[in-house]
Every structure is written in structure tokens, then in C-alpha cells.
């Protein structure tokens, strides 16, 4: 039996769109929202994690239970959605897009109703055969769950799928569908993290194509 041609799923905030100077100015207005400090994007990029609940929770000094991170998420949604026009995607990341030879999807863990548009807005909406977002009203945890969902809705065994991210959390996501990532070191997460975690790493997003199409020949 012949197994699937390989597709490939991008993330969104941190790989295929460069906002990580947003996300950090967001983040710090929840920070010091509470008195809390304020951190660099090469601190940011050490300590980030899901759930997001613990990275506040670390920063802060204090425990951030279900409603408070609702709180804090809501404030850095604002903030973040101020900054959103002054975003650009990622240098390469139309020609990343153009080099893959089989099917693309887009899976974030933004807001459907607001990552659809955006994504039109690009341009690039006819690059994927779906786009999914969080269709919850708080976000900050894991995408293991919403990739099982994504793959489900596309029809595709997650054995037959790499992931392109820039953190940990997606390369967990997709290992735990069956399938491979290859990590994105421009965006939310330190690069040691990245090489640390024993998965293939790129620091550009045509480098991170021309790894997923090895790793995807070769699991095959």
C-alpha cells in the first residue's frame, strides 16, 4: 500500500507572522498590570512555555488560577490587537510556502474569528486547504488536542504530517498525532530550548521546508 503524501501543517503567531515584539509589549501590559516586572524578548524567549497560566505564574511570583488567567488573557488580547498592523510575516515566509510540494494547512492558537481574516488579509488563505484557530474564549494551553481536531476535519493520518512551530509545545503536538515537527528558532522560544529538545531545527522558514521534506522522506 502506498502511504500518504506528507502534509505539512505551519503555526501562525511566531513562525509564518514575525510578532514577537507585539507579543512581548503585550505581555509586559499584563505584567505590570499586576506590579509585576517587565521582560526582554530574549527573556520572554527563555521562560515562555505552555500553559501560559505558568509562565505568568513564574514571572509574577504568584499563582494564576483559571479566572485570573481569563483576566489576564483578555488584557493581553487587547493590547496585542492594538499592535497588530505594525506585524509583517516572516521574511521568507511566502517563499517557505511556494516550496512545499504536497498540501498545507494553517493550525494557531489565536481566535478563529479573528486569525481567518488576518490570514486573508495576507493574501496567503489559498495556501491552505484549512485554517483552524482557538474556538474557545481562553486561550494559553496545549495544541495537542486542537491538531487531533485539525487532522480529523482534513482527513489526514497524523502519521503522514510535520509541523513547523517555534516552540516546544507544537513539536509535543505533533509527536502526539503521530507525526514529526522541525522547529523554528524566529520566533517565541530561546534556540537552545529548540536544539535541546532533539528535534530538527532552522533558523529560516525555507531552511525549515527543506528539513520537514527530509524528515518526511524519511519516515516514509
Request: proline share 5%.
Amino acid at each position: 500500500m502506498t502511504p500518504a503524501p506528507p502534509h505539512l501543517v505551519w503555526d501562525w503567531n511566531g513562525t509564518l507572522l514575525n510578532d514577537l515584539s507585539l507579543v512581548v509589549s503585550a505581555t509586559n501590559v499584563v505584567f505590570t498590570s499586576l506590579g509585576g516586572p517587565t521582560v526582554t524578548p530574549d527573556e520572554h524567549r527563555v521562560r515562555f512555555r505552555r500553559p501560559i497560566a505558568e509562565y505568568y505564574a513564574e514571572v509574577l511570583g504568584q499563582a494564576v488560577d483559571d479566572d485570573e488567567f481569563g483576566r489576564l488573557d483578555k488584557i493581553f488580547h487587547e493590547a496585542y490587537r492594538t499592535g497588530l498592523t505594525t506585524c509583517e510575516l516572516a521574511a521568507d515566509a511566502r517563499a517557505a510556502m511556494a516550496a512545499w510540494p504536497g498540501s498545507q494547512s494553517l493550525l494557531s492558537m489565536w481566535f478563529h474569528e479573528e486569525l481567518v481574516p488576518t490570514v486573508h488579509t495576507y493574501g496567503l488563505t489559498g495556501h491552505f486547504t484549512r485554517v483552524d484557530g482557538l474556538r474557545a474564549t481562553v486561550g494559553g494551553g496545549s495544541k495537542t488536542e486542537p491538531l487531533q481536531r485539525h487532522l480529523a476535519e482534513l482527513g489526514v493520518d497524523g502519521a503522514s504530517v510535520v509541523l513547523i512551530g517555534d516552540s516546544i509545545d507544537d513539536a509535543d503536538a505533533a509527536v502526539a498525532v503521530g507525526g514529526r515537527a522541525v522547529l523554528y528558532t524566529g520566533g517565541f522560544t530561546d534556540p537552545a530550548r529548540l536544539r535541546a529538545s532533539g528535534h530538527p531545527v532552522a533558523d529560516t522558514l525555507t531552511d525549515a521546508v527543506a528539513l520537514a521534506r527530509e524528515v518526511s522522506s524519511a519516515g516514509r
